[in-house]
Each structure stands twice: as structure tokens, then as C-alpha cells.
């Protein structure tokens, strides 16, 4: 079950996977990684920003965003998950102003490595360097 949520994410990433059905599959699956939970928590919570368009809504998910991504940066500041959707997130919000952490995070998704990193995480890191404009990466 836990590798299917990373299956789940690639395809949430690609936009072919609903926010609402993973943000419960993420709630449902008991053995994933509570930084990994906490990074894609905000990554949903950016993907809910990005379709509403009440301001009030908006920034309460963006404050959202940043509360799991500092917990889950907290808890293992090395992580793969947590720099990958921080550069997904920095990469992909137009109506954020964020600190940008773009180089540093696909400097760190180019050069980790971890072995115990999921290969869907890893295929979303290289395609998502790939797209990257040349000065961010």
C-alpha cells in the first residue's frame, strides 16, 4: 500500500489524480513516512490554493503550505520528499511570493544519494530538473 501512494503522487503531480482522493489516501495509509505525510499535506494544500479564488481561502492554505513543509523539513532536513515538493511548489505557484530555494533544491535532488529514496519520487525529481528554466537549476 505504501509504494501505491507514491504511484499516487507521480500521478497527482502529472495532474492525473485527484487532490481530494489523495489528500484521503494520505490520511489512510498507516505506514508512510511522517515526513513524507507532511510534504505531500502541503503540496495538496498548495494544489487547493492554486484552484480557489476566495484571497481568505487562499492564504490559509498557503499558511498551511509552509506549516508542513517547516515540520517536515524540521524532521529530516536531508529528505528527499520534503526538497522535492518544495521545488514543485516554488516551481509551479504564480501567485506566491516565496523565499526561493529552486537551486539549492535541484542541486539537492541532482545530487542525492540516498538509496532509500522511491523510484516515482526519483523519476518526479529528474523530470521536474529537466523542466526547470536553466537559471534555477
Same mark, same amino acid.
Given at each position: ?7 499516487? +503522487? ?11 482522493? +489523495?489528500?484521503?489516501?494520505?490520511l489512510s495509509t498507516k505506514d508512510l513516512l511522517l515526513v513524507d505525510r507532511l510534504s +505531500?499535506?502541503?503540496? %495538496? %494544500? *498548495? !494544489?487547493? *490554493?492554486?484552484?480557489? $479564488? ?11 503550505? %509552509? $506549516? ?17 515538493? @518544495? ?14 530555494? @529552486?537551486?539549492?533544491?535541484?542541486? +539537492?535532488? $541532482?545530487?542525492? *544519494?540516498? *538509496? ?6 526519483? @523519476? !518526479? ?11 534555477? $537549476?
Amino acid at each position: 500500500m505504501v509504494n501505491e501512494i507514491y504511484k499516487k +503522487f507521480y500521478d497527482l503531480a502529472l495532474g492525473q489524480y485527484d487532490v481530494d482522493a +489523495f489528500i484521503k489516501d494520505v490520511l489512510s495509509t498507516k505506514d508512510l513516512l511522517l515526513v513524507d505525510r507532511l510534504s +505531500f499535506q502541503a503540496f %495538496c %494544500c *498548495a !494544489l487547493l *490554493a492554486d484552484k480557489t $479564488k476566495d484571497i481568505l481561502q487562499i492564504k490559509q492554505y498557503f499558511k498551511e503550505v %509552509c $506549516k508542513y513543509l517547516n515540520q517536515s523539513l524540521s524532521i529530516d532536513n536531508e529528505g528527499y520528499t520534503p526538497h522535492l515538493v @518544495r521545488l514543485m511548489i516554488e516551481s509551479h505557484m504564480h501567485d506566491a511570493q516565496f523565499i526561493d530555494h @529552486r537551486p539549492e533544491d535541484s542541486h +539537492f535532488i $541532482k545530487s542525492y *544519494a540516498g *538509496a532509500d529514496v522511491n523510484p516515482y519520487l526519483v @523519476r !518526479l525529481g529528474k523530470e521536474l530538473i529537466e523542466n526547470l528554466p536553466q537559471s534555477t $537549476k
